[in-house]
């Protein structure tokens, strides 16, 4: 496709399931972004991959948070236990490369509703 | 760390108004400045950008430059739209290495007719 795509768009959870948010980044890019978007909290980065490996995971908020990325392209965002303030819109973005003038484009989003 | 602070919305305006949102910065290094545009029930989209000091970022009637003397990338339209009615998030990326983009909180703008 043109843009990046995720999957699902929107995922209604009970506490303590676990949750898969899958992306698809533009083809040919080797930079991949997770962000979570919430009321309270804004915009996070999550985690960034750079083909397969991920040198940041700063952001992920505990270890219930887990990625990966394969064939340098899908990746699945993966929340263990769920709570409820991990309530949000997870957004993934993607870029050419990584460097710091490159343009992220973002998909739309799955909006996250844990009960 | 890196930090953007963007003005609180909502603002409200006329249609053919002029608009300002004031941006700005906090960095260590160099970094390159956004400005994205989220349209209700959108993505976002990247609306301009600015890679280095003095530079003018500009789409779609938006003007925004980029001004490291105030640390500063304020957001501006001659004549606002009721289409542009949307949020709007200033950021930042680190031009060192890679490039997580640091938001500001997000300031939403309303035009009416």
């Known amino acids: 496709g043109a843009g990046v795509s995720q999957s699902p768009s929107n995922k209604v959870t009970e506490k303590g399931k676990d949750v898969e948010l899958r992306c698809d980044p533009i083809s040919g890019h080797t930079a991949l972004y997770w962000y979570r978007q919430s009321l309270g909290q804004g915009l996070e980065f999550l985690i960034y991959f750079q083909g397969n490996s991920a040198p940041d995971k700063s952001g992920l908020p505990s270890d219930r948070f887990s990625a990966e990325r394969t064939g340098g392209s899908v990746s699945t965002l993966t929340i263990q236990r769920t709570q409820q303030e991990d309530s949000a819109v997870y957004l993934c973005a993607s870029s050419w490369t990584s460097g710091g003038q490159e343009t992220q484009y973002f998909g739309p989003g799955t909006r996250l509703l844990v009960l | 760390g890196d930090s953007v602070t963007q003005m609180e919305g909502p603002v409200t305006l006329s249609e053919e108004a002029f608009l300002t949102i004031n941006c700005t910065y906090t960095?260590?290094?160099?970094?390159?400045l956004f400005w994205y545009v989220q349209y209700p029930g959108e993505g976002l989209q990247l609306l301009l950008k600015a890679t280095k000091a003095d530079d003018k970022g500009s789409n779609k009637g938006f003007e925004a430059t980029y001004r490291k003397e105030t640390t500063s990338f304020h957001l501006e339209k001659g004549s606002v739209q009721v289409s542009d009615s949307a949020v709007y998030f200033c950021?930042?990326?680190?031009?060192?290495?890679?490039?997580?983009?640091?938001f500001g909180k997000g300031t939403m703008l309303l035009v009416s007719p």
């Open positions: 960095a260590t290094g160099y970094p390159s």
């Open positions: 950021a930042l990326s680190d031009r060192r290495g890679y490039s997580t983009l640091t």
